[in-house]
T-cell receptor, first 112, second 113 residues
Framework: QKEVEQDPGPLSVPEGAIVSLNCTYSNSAFQYFMWYRQYSRKGPELLMY????GNKEDGRFTAQVDKSSKYISLFIRDSQPSDSATYLCAMSPPGGGNKLTFGTGTQLKVEL | ETGVTQSPTHLIKTRGQQVTLRCSSQ?????VSWYQQALGQGPQFIFQ???????GRGNFPPRFSGLQFPNYSSELNVNALELDDSALYLCASSLKLAGETQYFGPGTRLLVL
């Protein structure tokens, strides 16, 4: 079993839809949680960073962490074609340095 | 402020050869990590360098090695290339050893034939 599970998709939604992306994890030591966006043939770009349970909002993006369920989510409101990319969740334990454990990524396509 | 850069962008090698990939950290960043991303997978941590010393290693064999230079640029060396080494190799830099945002470069795509 992988430490971090993420539905690979692909996920196709119409423009303007609310998108929900999810990851589950098994290692209770993970305390830092991140969402990265990766466009084709590019490196991952950090979208959201959180280290506590609850919600964190940044523009159209909301990250949600539920440590009791070992479940994290990323919500994208008013999705745009430019949001079409692969979304990777990543996490690390305290003292883990910068070693991130990633999910497999969910491929999202937002259609006009 | 310049971002993380990597070279070359693409590389083709044959099985058994050796390869060196290069990374220039974002300005002021003293920590660099290397990741391997196979097609359709998330990046996997290879190792991390902090102030020229290896500081943490993932589940990769010793034929994967690295260096960090005084200017914080870095190299990833892979000896005795195998077909499964074909992947996107990503470098990420951060301001300090832990708890800081990592910034990724565009990656080097390696194909081993």
């Amino acid at each position: 079993q992988k430490e971090v599970e993420q539905d690979p998709g692909p996920l196709s939604v119409p423009e303007g839809a609310i998108v929900s992306l999810n990851c589950t994890y098994s290692n209770s030591a993970f305390q830092y949680f991140m969402w990265y966006r990766q466009y084709s043939r590019k490196g991952p770009e950090l979208l959201m960073y959180t280290y506590s349970s609850g919600n964190k909002e940044d523009g159209r993006f909301t990250a949600q962490v539920d440590k009791s369920s070992k479940y994290i989510s990323l919500f994208i409101r008013d999705s745009q074609p430019s949001d079409s990319a692969t979304y990777l969740c990543a996490m690390s334990p305290p003292g883990g340095g910068n070693k991130l454990t990633f999910g497999t990524g969910t491929q999202l396509k937002v259609e006009l | 402020e310049t971002g993380v850069t990597q070279s070359p962008t693409h590389l083709i090698k044959t099985r058994g050869q050796q390869v060196t990939l290069r990374c220039s950290s974002q300005s002021g960043h003293n920590t660099v990590s290397w990741y391997q991303q196979a097609l359709g997978q998330g990046p996997q941590f290879i190792f991390q360098y902090y102030r020229e010393e290896e500081n943490g290693r993932g589940n990769f064999p010793p034929r994967f090695s690295g260096l960090q230079f005084p200017n914080y640029s870095s190299e990833l060396n892979v000896n005795a290339l195998e077909l499964d080494d074909s992947a996107l190799y990503l470098c990420a830099s951060s301001l300090k050893l832990a708890g800081e945002t990592q910034y990724f470069g565009p990656g080097t795509r390696l194909l081993v034939l």
